[in-house]
């Protein structure tokens, strides 16, 4: 029952590590498109 229990807490730490990390991959591509677009609107 104990290996069982372990086992389904690591299933579910992996789980919100992955999603915590594919956030933060979209975050980081938000931020790269509008720093592109602030630099387009500065440009003379």
Sequence with gaps: MVPRRTGWFTAVVAALLGLAHLHRQRE???EAELWAEI???FEP
């Design 39 to 41: 630099g387009r609107r």
């Design 28 to 30: 980081e591509r938000h």
